[in-house]
């Protein structure tokens, strides 16, 4: 087992060295003639208008936390899903199944009242 | 552990990651290629080295080098280390996904059990959602060091987007838990066997459907890519130059890749080849390279010829003369395979390592093909579907694939409690 572990750190450690790889031979070989112009933000040649920090709808927010809460459903849900095949075969899996529909129903309930109330629409 | 087990570690991971990196530039070109065919264009085919075009397979690499040697324009004021580190951090996301996928079946060499992958994760699905979610804090901190409006809210897009899909991705994943009981991309894929009705697309349709649609907002694809919107929209990248930002596109092709190898993993079998399982392939190893070699022979020399007879003097320079540099080689590889028939056929046909090779070349190939099958329903829908209107994206992922994938689960735990 050590061993497999061994070789998806060396994985992670060549995908990290590649990526700075890139990016730091990028930064090295690309040219550099930059006017002071040119390293303004982007806003289609105007000078900055807006400030990059500003208010921000509160939607991006709402979904925010809703990600959080169905997240940790999804994770909750796997340990559920491991019990679930070892019982089912044991003969008591209703019970399990039970739980599943009472748990997921308390979220889906959730889920319509946030629609309900609006926080899953968007403007067009 | 010693030397020879960190070794064959470092093997595993260096071939898997240069099996993703090498698939990137051929993913690249079947785009641009599809392209130009279903535009009724011929696409890339200009650009070579010493006469080779290879389908334009070539300009990929000049695009690459272009990239490399263009300018980096880099805003005032913004946070340093955090650009550079938003590209890298996408790129990683992207690729170091790959660990849990496997690429071959499980072979038998000298008594010992041997699979091309990284590593047999038990945790292999939760390992795949968890590192390919981190691509979410590269998309933030793109956007928001750029030091820009315009950005910051193109990063904002980007970022509800990718969470809102990551839930349906999650719950499809979970319903597959329950039919295969392993959270092991390499144990699901065995458990579908070789026959085709029990792989997971047809026996998972629903959760195969959220699973698509997820992975194509994930790797923002149309319809869904409004995190970055090639050319109209102006999203998190929009500071970003040369290869820096060439870096986002390289993160989504191996998102592309990576996905692609794992729905083929999860959703058709992985290694599996319809009604030929392992053991049938292992057993009659012998036959298939008996009959597999004149077949390869001969496709050779027919190809090669084809390909030597299109010598046309047209550009006037090397180009003109690669037809006969690729189809000669071919030609006469095929003669010379056909002739080491008679006298070498027998002796490498008895090896006692023909089922290991033979079922290990099936397995990979199959994997191989239908990553990049799937793959290329992923560029066929790019030039067939229009892009979707941002409430459109918000409520499709959460008022339909997200009630969808809670459904499939209990309908899924409902079938399997009154199968037993």
């Known amino acids: 087992m050590g061993q497999e572990f061994l070789a998806v750190i060396i994985l992670l450690i060549i995908a990290a060295l590649t990526a700075v790889g890139i990016v730091a031979a990028s930064a090295l070989i690309g040219r550099r003639v930059s006017p002071e112009e040119r390293n303004i933000p982007y806003e289609c040649g105007l000078d900055p208008a807006s400030r990059p920090f500003g208010r921000f709808p509160i939607k991006f927010f709402l979904v925010g936390v809703l990600f959080l809460i169905f997240d940790v459903e999804v994770v909750f849900l796997i340990p559920w899903a491991a019990a679930f095949r070892g019982s089912a075969s044991l003969g008591n899996g209703a019970v399990l199944a039970v739980e599943l529909v009472v748990f997921v129903s308390l979220l889906a309930l959730a889920l319509v009242f946030a629609w309900a109330r609006g926080a899953l629409e968007w403007e067009r | ?420």
């Open chain 2, 1 to 420: 552990m010693n030397a020879m087990d960190i070794s064959i570690a470092a093997a595993r991971a260096v071939v898997i990651f240069g099996l993703v990196l090498s698939l990137i530039p051929v993913l690249i070109w079947m785009e641009r290629k599809g392209a130009a065919y279903i535009q009724d264009r011929r696409g890339p085919n200009r650009a070579h080295i010493l006469g080779f075009r290879l389908g334009g397979l070539v300009h990929m690499l000049a695009d690459a080098l272009k990239l490399l040697t263009k300018e980096e324009v880099t805003a005032a004021g913004v946070m340093k280390p955090l650009v550079f580190l938003a590209p890298a951090l996408a790129f990683f996301a992207a690729t170091a996904t790959v660990a849990a996928v496997p690429f071959s079946g499980p072979i038998s060499v000298a008594g010992q059990t041997l699979t091309l992958e990284v590593a047999n994760m038990k945790a292999g699905l939760v390992y795949v959602l968890a590192i390919s979610s981190l691509g979410a804090y590269a998309l933030l901190l793109a956007g928001v060091t750029s030091q820009t409006s315009y950005s910051f809210l193109g990063a904002m897009r980007a970022a509800s987007q990718f969470i809102s899909y990551e839930l349906a991705l999650g719950m499809a994943a979970l319903a597959l838990f329950l039919v295969a009981g392993s959270l092991s991309l390499t144990d699901i894929a065995a458990d579908q066997g070789a026959v085709l009705w029990r792989w997971n697309a047809f026996r998972q349709p629903l959760a195969f459907l959220i699973f698509m649609a997820a992975l194509f907002a994930e790797a923002s694809r149309l319809p869904f890519d409004l995190p970055e919107g090639d050319s109209e929209i102006v999203g998190y990248h929009v500071e970003y130059s040369s290869m820096r930002f060439a870096m986002f596109f390289m993160a989504e092709y191996a998102h592309i890749i990576v996905g692609s190898a794992v729905v083929a993993a999860l959703f058709f079998g992985g290694w599996n080849i319809p009604f030929a399982d392992q053991g049938l392939i292992a057993a009659n190893a012998e036959r298939i390279a008996a009959v597999a070699w004149p077949i390869a022979a001969v496709v050779l020399m027919l190809a090669g010829a084809s390909i030597a007879q299109r010598f046309k003097k047209r550009f006037g320079d090397l180009r003109d003369y690669e037809p006969v540099m690729i189809g000669l080689p071919m030609m006469i590889a095929g003669v010379t395979l056909a002739i080491l028939y008679a006298p070498l056929g027998d002796v490498i046909l008895s090896t006692r390592w023909l089922p290991a090779a033979v079922t290990f070349v099936l397995g990979f190939t199959a994997v191989l093909a239908k990553t990049l099958l799937i793959a290329s329903v992923f560029v066929w829908v790019r030039w067939t579907l229009p892009r979707f209107r941002y409430d459109q994206v918000m409520a499709f992922g959460w008022k339909i694939l997200l009630p969808a994938g809670m459904l499939n689960l209990v309908v899924t735990a409902a079938i399997m409690l009154y199968l037993g």
